[in-house]
T-cell receptor, first 116, second 114 residues
Framework: AQKVTQAQTEISVVEKEDVTLDCVYE???????LFWYKQPPSGELVFLIR??????QNEISGRYSWNFQKSTSSFNFTITASQVVDSAVYFC?????????????FGKGTHLIIQP | DVKVTQSSRYLVKRTGEKVFLECVQD?????MFWYRQDPGLGLRLIYF???????EKGDIPEGYSVSREKKERFSLILESASTNQTSMYLC?????????????FGPGTRLTVT
């Protein structure tokens, strides 16, 4: 069975602070895919990134960066110099070899609050 | 611009009513999904479909059924709504052969069963 754990239910930081959202996953598959989605107050999920299990390179996109470590089964997400617009619920998700075409297993989400 | 639409943003139904939640995508995607989102539980997969008239159970199919008569439309049916089905329902779609593996989500339907 697959499982995604986001232990941080809620994080509150002051604007411009860096913040890391943790994601730990469990799977028996050797090929799998990891995702991060953002859900702003409007409610619609926004895709942020996908990583496959063979690609452990860290990724940076502007103020966002992701650290994938197979050894610890973690796929953490860091926002540098946070902004109020980053306030949202962030979900980490896992898919087996279908790459997402067979559905995603989501964590429970981390509610990130950026205070001005 | 890719689009997944859901028939209602908010819906209030009574216990025992039959409820239809409709989802339409305009991207010619083969695979479509229904998730349920509850506070503290994240999103959970109810049903998904690979193709017209095909359906597969997800993690929590009890109390739900689905219909996919046309490729672009995927309906979630609550045969007899109950209060524990009060939730946010999210539809998603993805192309079967894709390099991005991004599921596109609709805006959600917040269903209240009284």
């Amino acid at each position: 069975a697959q499982k995604v754990t986001q232990a941080q239910t809620e994080i509150s930081v002051v604007e411009k602070e860096d913040v890391t959202l943790d994601c730990v996953y469990e799977t028996r598959d050797t090929t799998y895919y990891l995702f991060w989605y953002k859900q702003p107050p409007s409610g619609e999920l926004v895709f942020l990134i996908r990583r496959n299990s063979f690609d452990e390179q860290n990724e940076i996109s502007g103020r966002y960066s992701w650290n994938f470590q197979k050894s610890t089964s973690s796929f953490n997400f860091t926002i540098t110099a946070s902004q109020v617009v980053d306030s949202a619920v962030y979900f980490c998700a896992l898919s087996w070899a279908g790459g997402g075409a067979d559905g995603l297993t989501f964590g429970k989400g981390t509610h990130l609050i950026i205070q001005p | 611009d890719v689009k997944v639409t859901q028939s209602s943003r908010y819906l209030v139904k009574r216990t025992g009513e039959k409820v239809f939640l409709e989802c339409v995508q305009d991207m010619d995607h083969e695979n479509m999904f229904w998730y349920r989102q509850d506070p503290g539980l994240g999103l959970r997969l109810i049903y998904f479909s690979y193709d017209v008239k095909m359906k597969e159970k997800g993690d929590i199919p009890e109390g739900y059924s689905v219909s996919r008569e046309k490729k672009e439309r995927f309906s979630l049916i609550l045969e007899s709504a109950s209060t524990n089905q009060t939730s946010m329902y999210l539809c998603a779609s993805i192309a079967r052969d894709t390099s991005s593996y991004e599921q596109y989500f609709g805006p959600g339907t917040r269903l209240t069963v009284t």
